[in-house]
Structure formats: C-alpha cells, structure tokens
C-alpha cells in the first residue's frame, strides 16, 4: 500500500501561481509513477500531469507550458507548480501512485492509489 498526502491547494486570483505537494509513504518501491489529476463537480476525473520515477513527464494540453511537475525521490514528495492559474483550472487536485504509466499523446500514469484531495479555487 502506498499513501499519499496532498498539501498546497487554496485560492488564487486569475493569474496567480500555486505549488501543491503530495507525500507519498508506505510501500514507495511498488510505484513507478507518480501524477495529478483533478476533478470538478458531475465531471470525470481528468489527467492533469505525471512524471516516471527516471523523469519523464507529461502534461495535459490544457495544462502545458503552465504547470511543472516534478519529484523529489529522497522525500517521495511530488510537486505541481501551477501557474498562469485560470477559473477553468479550480477543481479539487488528486494526487496518484501508479505501478505503471503509458503514452498517449505525452505519458501518463495509471493510477493505483490516491490521495484525499486538495481543492483549487481560481477566481477571475
């Protein structure tokens, strides 16, 4: 079991800038990937962003060039700096644990565990 605690969500003005972490601990050596995902009321849950335990990343279209993940593997801690933040970007932000990713259009994690969630809150 891997858990996984997110921090960093609140509220932002159009254009402001959020970095949120997610700290995983448990059994870190069964994930090889780590990625966010975000979620808005009566909507799916969407990819926003996954990095491999070797780096590479991914990004939604709706997110790249604005957000950054990255990680910290000593502290198992990844991170999503959000900015150029827009009202479109509040939802409630999940961290994930995936035993695997894959690729699409960029790569992606396959969630296998989640956090609790942190909301995000744009106001234009």
């Known amino acids: 079991q891997v858990k996984l605690v997110e921090s960093g969500g609140g509220s932002v003005q159009f254009g402001g800038s959020l970095t949120l972490s997610c700290a995983a601990s448990g059994d870190t050596s069964s994930r090889v990937c780590l990625g966010w995902f975000r979620q808005v009321p009566g909507k799916e849950r969407e990819r926003v962003a996954a990095?491999?335990?070797?780096?590479?990343?991914g990004y939604a279209d709706s997110v790249k060039g604005r957000f950054t993940i990255s990680q910290d593997n000593a502290k198992n801690t990844v991170y999503l700096q959000m900015n150029s933040l827009q009202p479109e970007d509040t939802a409630m932000y999940y961290c994930a644990a995936g035993r695997s990713g894959y690729y699409t259009d960029t790569y992606y994690c396959r969630p296998n565990y989640w956090g609790q969630g942190t909301q995000v809150t744009v106001s234009s």
């Open positions: 990095i491999s335990e070797d780096g590479r990343t």
